[in-house]
């Protein structure tokens, strides 16, 4: 298992994530085990921000959507406008 410390880590963010899909790397903070970072941990960060993303994105389409409702868009209207 490859170690780094936490200051290594932050220079090299994409290099030690990179590795820790090949193996676990152990991080250290004033020599001290902080985290050891795995691929499949890397993999549910990555699910967890796909979905808080995906979550996001559908809570901005409601507003979107409820803002021109309440302005008086009405979805009849739609073709009319994207034929300009």
Known sequence: MRS???AEA???LAEVLES???E???ILHQGHDLIVVSAMEFEEAQEHLHKL???TLLKAMER???EAKDNGFAEDMLPGLLSR
């Open 4 to 6: 780094v410390t936490i």
């Open 10 to 12: 932050e220079r090299n």
């Open 20 to 22: 820790a899909t090949r």
């Open 24 to 26: 676990p790397v152990r």
């Open 53 to 55: 993303r995906v979550e």
């Open 64 to 66: 979107c959507s409820q």
